[in-house]
T-cell receptor, first 117, second 113 residues
Framework: GAVVSQHPSRVICKSGTSVKIECRSLDFQATTMFWYRQFPKKSLMLMATSNEGSKATYEQGVEKDKFLINHASLTLSTLTVTSAHPEDSSFYIC?????????????FGPGTRLLVL | QKEVEQNSGPLSVPEGAIASLNCTYSDRGSQSFFWYRQYSGKSPELIMSIYSNGDKEDGRFTAQLNKASQYVSLLIRDSQPSDSATYLCATAREKSSGDKLTFGTGTRLAVRP
């Protein structure tokens, strides 16, 4: 099956710093990647849709200047949480949609747990 | 009003029993319906997808869809302790889960040995 990786798997940072999370599709090309956030005991909430070579589409209520998304290649998308604050502490999960498979599912990465002190 | 609603549980069943998980959705434009399993601290794993009214069986899992009632369910037969997880119901407006997904809050299932 298709493999999606995320790095780092866990990060602790101080309030005010920026954190970059990478999402890679390892064995397929992904024209579209999605970024989700999940708070404890809550559902996954879609933050943005990232398309290779174009600007990301953010969901309502998600600050694009705070959550910077770059999808520079068909196998890599990055999410940067700028000036992180404790309320940004969450589980961030990416998923990738295969380019060549119509009607295919999206494949989820293992997630990145962010703790902002 | 939440777009996808699930009972948070926990739903506790004995090993070998049938676990029944339910989900309702509000968006009548939804075309695709999915059940994901999520273990604590892990990302979701797709276990079933269903696109048409009726039942769809895959091993111990059966998904049921009733678009008129905007209702999706998942039955797990012969439940095992390893099935203990949170089950997320998700919908999409396209005929695949390649579209952006709307998730419910999940139902926590506990299978007692």
């Amino acid at each position: 099956g298709a493999v999606v990786s995320q790095h780092p798997s866990r990060v602790i940072c101080k309030s005010g710093t920026s954190v970059k999370i990478e999402c890679r599709s390892l064995d397929f090309q992904a024209t579209t990647m999605f970024w989700y956030r999940q708070f404890p005991k809550k559902s996954l909430m879609l933050m943005a849709t990232s398309n290779e070579g174009s600007k990301a589409t953010y969901e309502q209520g998600v600050e694009k200047d705070k959550f910077l998304i770059n999808h520079a290649s068909l196998t890599l998308s990055t999410l940067t949480v700028t000036s992180a604050h404790p309320e940004d502490s969450s589980f961030y999960i990416c998923s990738a949609r295969s380019r060549w498979r119509t009607g295919e599912t999206q494949y989820f990465g293992p997630g990145t747990r962010l703790l902002v002190l | 009003q939440k777009e996808v609603e699930q009972n948070s549980g926990p739903l506790s069943v004995p090993e070998g029993a049938i676990a029944s998980l339910n989900c309702t959705y509000s968006d009548r434009g939804s075309q695709s319906f999915f059940w994901y399993r999520q273990y604590s601290g892990k990302s979701p794993e797709l276990i079933m997808s269903i696109y048409s009214n009726g039942d769809k069986e895959d091993g111990r899992f059966t998904a049921q869809l009733n678009k008129a009632s905007q209702y999706v369910s998942l039955l797990i037969r012969d439940s095992q302790p390893s099935d203990s997880a949170t089950y997320l119901c998700a919908t999409a407006r396209e005929k695949s889960s390649g579209d952006k997904l709307t998730f419910g809050t999940g139902t926590r299932l506990a299978v007692r040995p």
